[in-house]
């Protein structure tokens, strides 16, 4: 998928977690308008702020932010997580890059990765689920 694909999916997806149900750009050139059935959402802040950590095993680790998803910090060889490995609570699992600024993806609470619901390079928005973690050390 373009790069230009992966931006207008992630305003969409924005638009829609912000229940937003049209959207329209206008300039002298041209005009593009779209309109869509928005998410039902109980209010626009739902997506401001981080999610709960539920009471399940399971927990999604989401971007802090808006940018490109990196996998390696540019000054390592390997990943900052991989599927079957145990994070600490607060430690880096990836990093979001906006510019030249990378901001840090970081484990909730203590668990082991299960699974990588982002590429390296894809554009994310504001908490789109990045990682699957599992409570504890067991995958």
């Known amino acids: ?35 869509f059935e928005p998410i039902a959402s109980a209010g626009a802040c739902d997506a401001l702020t981080p999610p709960a950590i539920a009471e399940s095993d399971l927990v999604e680790i989401v971007s802090p932010g808006v940018g490109t998803f990196v996998a390696r910090h540019p000054a390592m ?37 299960v699974k990588r619901l982002a590429s ?3 554009v994310v928005d504001h908490a789109r689920p990045l990682f699957l973690l599992k409570r504890g050390n067991a995958v």
């Not at 373009?2 to 050139?29: Q, W």
């Not at 060889?77 to 609570?89: F, N, P």
């Not at 607060?90 to 970081?106: F, K, M, T």
Request: net charge neutral; charged share 25%.
């Open 120 to 122: 390296p390079g894809d």
């Open 1 to 35: 998928m373009s790069e230009k694909l992966h931006r207008i999916t992630a305003i969409v997806d924005l638009l829609r977690r912000h229940g937003i149900g049209a959207f329209e750009l206008s300039s002298p050139d041209e005009s593009i308008k779209w309109t």
């Open 77 to 113: 060889s390997r990943d900052l997580a991989a599927v079957g490995e145990t994070k600490r609570e607060g430690e880096c699992v990836a990093l979001i890059q906006s510019g030249r600024i990378y901001r840090p993806v970081v484990a909730p609470f203590a668990g082991a990765i």
